[in-house]
């Protein structure tokens, strides 16, 4: 049973443009959400975080939505820049557990055509 | 945020024998976890390293063949044993910073023959 779900495994999207990656969950536990940045060959890259008492957090060109009534969130990617090209992973926790363990979702690959 | 090294950064191995991956923190951290991304799929929790004690292993996974240890609070080994082609992956160790922050080290991507 996949509680993180990223159903869109790629999307393309033109530089200057908006990047929306969603993402959906299933636990109503969760609380905690986190997104990822993955080039190959590296380590995943932390983005940005969101906790449920928010409907919304900015960092720059990075904005993530929380709708807890849809269990839905999605990573808005404003202008899009060709570096940005790399899978995405949104990940999600419940604080309640006391294990600080995030379940991620399959990713999706995002390319930024120039 | 934290700086996470691991050792080594690749490996190709053959199967049956076994590789130990360590993860390096460059300051104390409390909570500090292993995970595999195999070929085309997500981050898959494999344990939380505990200092101290023995590591909390996910529903899959088990000691014999992931053996952690934790000496301390900057430090983490993760040994996968008895390699089989299915084990081809990379590994990630992780640390958690607060609830809203977890950082990934680079991987270790393994290669079994």
């Known amino acids: 049973d996949q509680q993180v779900k990223q159903n869109s495994p790629s999307l393309s999207v033109q530089e200057g443009r908006i990047s929306i990656l969603n993402c959906d969950y299933t636990?109503?536990?969760?609380?905690?959400f986190l997104w990822y940045k993955k080039y190959p060959a590296e380590g995943p890259t932390f983005l940005i975080s969101i906790s449920s008492i928010k409907d919304k957090n900015e960092d720059g060109r990075f904005t993530v939505f929380l709708n807890k009534s849809a269990k839905h969130l999605s990573l808005h990617i404003v202008p899009s820049q060709p570096g940005d090209s790399a899978v995405y992973f949104c990940a999600a926790s419940a604080s309640t557990s006391g294990t600080y363990k995030y379940i991620f979702g399959t990713g999706t690959r995002l390319k930024v055509l120039a | 945020s934290a700086v996470i090294s691991q050792k080594p950064s690749r490996d190709i191995c053959q199967r049956g024998t076994s590789l130990t991956i360590q993860c390096q923190v460059d300051s104390q951290v409390t909570m500090m976890f292993w995970y595999r991304q195999q070929p085309g799929q997500s981050l898959t929790l494999i344990a939380t390293a505990n200092q101290g004690s023995e590591a909390t292993y996910e529903s899959g996974f088990v000691i014999d063949k992931f053996p952690i240890s934790r000496p301390n609070l900057t430090f983490s080994t993760l040994t996968v044993s008895n390699m089989s082609p299915e084990d081809s992956s990379i590994y990630l160790c992780?640390?958690?910073?607060?609830?809203?922050?977890?950082?990934f080290g680079p991987g270790t991507r393994l290669l079994v023959l």
């Open positions: 992780s640390v958690v910073a607060s609830l809203e922050t977890q950082y």
């Open positions: 636990n109503s536990m969760f609380d905690y």
